[in-house]
């Protein structure tokens, strides 16, 4: 079973590497970097299963993906409401 998890861990942040590297929408990379704190999350939970501690740290690491999310989504609205495009390669810098 530990080798399962491993694998669903490794694929999730395999796919969420690839939507960061290869994707230049903004919405893409960002959905890409939550599947690999999703990932490492699956792993870290898995193993400290009945760990205070681990799991304690895991919520943590959730509370700080979202609030990266929330920050993320607003840049990407500001930047689609300037009217620009959002994908990495149009953006030069971020200038209100």
Do not use: K, W
């Not at 970097?33 to 681990?54: K, Q, W």
């Not at 740290?57 to 929330?70: F, H, M, R, S």
């Not at 990495?88 to 209100?96: D, I, K, P, V």
Request: charged letters at 15%; glycine letters at 10%.
């Amino acid at each position: 079973m530990s080798g399962f998890i491993l694998g669903v861990g490794a694929v999730l942040f395999c796919c969420g590497l690839a939507a960061v590297v290869f994707r230049r929408e903004l919405l893409a990379m960002l959905l890409g970097l939550e599947l690999m704190i999703t990932a490492v999350n699956v792993i870290l939970v898995y193993h400290a299963f009945g760990d205070p501690e681990a799991q304690a740290a895991a919520l943590l690491i959730i509370a700080i993906a979202e609030a990266e999310a929330v920050v993320g989504l607003a840049l990407i609205l500001r930047v689609t409401r300037l009217g620009r495009d959002p994908e990495t390669s149009a953006l030069q810098e971020l200038r209100g």
